[in-house]
T-cell receptor, first 115, second 115 residues
Framework: KAGVTQTPRYLIKTRGQQVTLSCSPI?????VSWYQQTPGQGLQFLFE???????NKGNFPGRFSGRQFSNSRSEMNVSTLELGDSALYLC??????????????FGPGTRLTVT | AQTVTQSQPEMSVQEAETVTLSCTYD???????LFWYKQPPSRQMILVIR??????QNATENRFSVNFQKAAKSFSLKISDSQLGDAAMYFC????????????FGTGTSLTVIP
């Protein structure tokens, strides 16, 4: 079974631009979570989607948004990029079985650099 | 909100020796899951081991085992017979059973294995 895939793997943007990152979960996984990873802050939770609905949201400004499609693929959008948005963005998917979620499986991440 | 604390930013171990990584967490819930994830340099994050809070028996996966102390809210990871491939950043994570699939991660411990 294919793992979690994220595109693009690397991205360089200019301050003020916007960016869209994509995540394809493992087949059958309907929960997709997004994290921002920086050396100083560690992994910070952005949001989680399940069956096209955002169920949890972290403490990030409204410039960060996401969505999930009917095939469980998810996108994350950051508008008006700031230098501090430079980070590794990780996506993770989970399988729900008998009403309980299993562990999260992570993608390789998208390395975003804002200049 | 739940918090996860890893008090050791860096650890080192001699090859073939044993090392223990510490993790504490804060929660008022009784039903939850705990995880250890490993992130090798420039590589994908992978699950090392998981523990369900309702299970008294400590989880074990080959050379990896945990010491789960529910009352003390402590969840340490023991790596036996350390190998060079164990060198990585290790993250402790918490997930409630009641609030969907939101994970809370510690700030990580960087493990160096000395040949």
């Amino acid at each position: 079974k294919a793992g979690v895939t994220q595109t693009p793997r690397y991205l360089i943007k200019t301050r003020g631009q916007q960016v869209t990152l994509s995540c394809s979960p493992i087949s059958g996984h309907r929960s997709v979570s997004w994290y921002q990873q920086t050396p100083g802050q560690g992994l910070q939770f952005l949001f989680e989607y399940f069956s096209e609905t955002q169920r949890n949201k972290g403490n990030f400004p409204g410039r960060f948004s996401g969505r999930q499609f009917s095939n469980s693929r998810s996108e994350m959008n950051v508008s008006t990029l700031e230098l501090g948005d430079s980070a590794l963005y990780l996506c993770a998917s989970s399988l729900m079985t008998s009403g309980r979620f299993g562990e999260q499986y992570f993608g390789p991440g998208t390395r975003l650099t804002v200049t | 909100a739940q918090t996860v604390t890893q008090s050791q930013p860096e650890m080192s171990v001699q090859e073939a020796e044993t090392v223990t990584l510490s993790c504490t967490y804060d929660t008022s819930e009784s039903d939850y899951y705990l995880f250890w994830y490993k992130q090798p340099p420039s590589r994908q994050m992978i699950l090392v081991i998981r523990q369900e809070a309702y299970k008294q028996q400590n989880a074990t996966e080959n050379r990896f085992s945990v010491n789960f102390q529910k009352a003390a809210k402590s969840f340490s990871l023991k790596i036996s017979d350390s190998q060079l491939g164990d060198a990585a950043m290790y993250f402790c994570a918490y997930r409630s059973s009641n609030t969907g699939n939101q994970f809370y991660f510690g700030t990580g411990t960087s493990l160096t294995v000395i040949p």
